[in-house]
T-cell receptor
């Protein structure tokens, strides 16, 4: 069965304390892995797309990487404004995505 | 560009009532989607459309209907509201960017629906 699992469910970090979020997937024929950020009461906001193992993308303090079975979202020296829920999704045919349940990140000053 | 807009932002329904959630996008995207998000759960696809006049079921279509008469609009209809339909509903759209296009989806702000 096609599945996307994110861990941990919640993560509390001190400002400046780097860490990683995990997204593992079991999908045949990966056609793209997406990372989104979701703030409370708002819709998901697109961050990155990764297509093939070994690919990496960066945006400010965030770096996303991809292997054949999982993706990591690395957060370097996070700030309180990075607090949000981070969603991972996998594209498993031309038009549709499977979403994970997300990691709720809290960064304290 | 306003992107993806949804109305209403909040709504309370009684069991058995009907309503339509509106979704409009101004990016000329072919693909549009309806999701529901329950606490602690991922986004679940309800229905999607690959262009005007074409719709298909997603993972959780029961109790919902859609139509796509224009490229811009993709309304979601609840015919007989049930407490199980209490959720936050998100509309999204994406454009076709070629066979290797990223196909990222752009989301609206959501509609929070409570059925009592």
């Amino acid at each position: 069965e096609d599945q996307v699992t994110q861990s941990p469910e919640a993560l509390r970090l001190q400002e400046g304390e780097s860490s990683s979020l995990n997204c593992s997937y079991t999908v045949s024929g990966l056609r793209g892995l997406f990372w989104y950020r979701q703030d409370p009461g708002k819709g998901p906001e697109f961050l990155f797309t990764l297509y093939s193992a070994g690919e990496e993308k960066e945006k400010e303090r965030l770096k996303a990487t991809l292997t054949k079975k999982e993706s990591f979202l690395h957060i370097t020296a996070p700030k309180p404004e990075d607090s949000a829920t981070y969603l991972c999704a996998v594209r498993y045919n031309t038009d549709k995505l499977i979403f994970g349940t997300g990691t709720r990140l809290q960064v304290f000053p | 560009n306003a992107g993806v807009t949804q109305t209403p932002k909040f709504r309370i329904l009684k069991i058995g009532q009907s309503m339509t959630l509106q979704c409009t996008q101004d990016m000329n995207h072919n693909y549009m989607y309806w999701y529901r998000q329950d606490p602690g759960m991922g986004l679940k696809l309800i229905y999607y459309s690959v262009g005007a006049g074409i719709t298909d079921k997603g993972e959780v279509p029961n109790g919902y209907n859609v139509s796509r008469s224009t490229t811009e609009d993709f309304p979601l209809r609840l015919e007989l509201a049930a407490p199980s339909q209490t959720s936050v509903y998100f509309c999204a759209s994406s454009g076709r960017t070629g066979t290797s296009g990223s196909n990222e989806q752009f989301f609206g702000p959501g509609t929070r629906l409570t059925v009592l």
